[in-house]
């Protein structure tokens, strides 16, 4: 039972470039989310899914897509990287019954 | 705009006392709460949720909330080098989790 698995780990970006990061989880969970989290700003809510087919925006979805492809998976996609968005991003599932999450590794994100 | 403020750290404390983490919370709708650590370059994992007035008690840890007073605290009894982390409050809003800022606590040797 792997959980919730995010690729990549790690990832350098260029200013422009576009990537897309990956976000599985196997505990047929109806919820997904995706957020950032920033020194001394703690995790901020970028889009999240509360079902498969549907998708909104949370606290910070400026400069990012998503993407709810079935059950297991939610992919997150920046279109064309800032600076800005250097980050760590995690990827969380919630089930039913709304008692907390469980979260991805995180993906380590540099935008030069 | 709601909100979710913890205080603000670095919490040191020696080894075998207890450490106290505060929380509070601006939306009086919020029923439930959730206590997250997470250790330097990982991600958060639940240690513990509490949705009733009082305290609720797990090992060393007690978490405790007081919905009058709208605040959320966790005390770590018997602290230990390995409870050395960011603790981070949550609150839960149509199935959303609104994070504070966290905590960073070190047990001191």
């Known amino acids: 039972n792997a959980g919730v698995t995010q690729t990549p780990k790690f990832q350098v970006l260029k200013t422009g470039q576009s990537m897309t990061l990956q976000c599985a989880q196997d505990?047929?969970?109806?919820?997904m989310y995706w957020y950032r989290q920033d020194p001394g700003m703690g995790l901020r809510l970028i889009y999240y899914?509360?079902?498969?087919?549907?998708?909104d925006k949370g606290e910070v979805p400026n400069g990012y897509n998503v993407s709810r492809l079935n059950k297991r998976e939610f992919s997150l996609r920046l279109e064309s990287a800032a600076p800005s968005q250097t980050s760590v991003y995690f990827c969380a599932s919630m089930e039913a019954s709304g008692l907390g999450y469980t979260f991805g590794s995180g993906t380590r994100l540099t935008v030069v | 705009q709601k909100e979710v403020e913890q205080n603000s750290g670095p919490l040191s404390v020696p080894e075998g006392a207890i450490a106290s983490l505060n929380c509070t919370y601006s939306d009086r709708g919020s029923q439930s709460f959730f206590w997250y650590r997470q250790y330097s370059g990982k991600s958060p994992e639940l240690i513990m949720f509490i949705y009733s007035n009082g305290d609720k008690e797990d090992g060393r840890f007690t978490a405790q909330l007081n919905k009058a007073s709208q605040y959320v605290s966790l005390l770590i009894r018997d602290s230990q080098p390995s409870d050395s982390a960011t603790y981070l409050c949550?609150?839960?809003?149509?199935?959303?989790?609104?994070f504070g800022a966290g905590t960073t606590v070190t047990v001191r040797a």
């Open positions: 505990m047929n969970h109806n919820s």
């Open positions: 949550a609150d839960i809003n149509d199935y959303k989790l609104s």
């Open positions: 899914s509360a079902s498969e087919g549907t998708t």
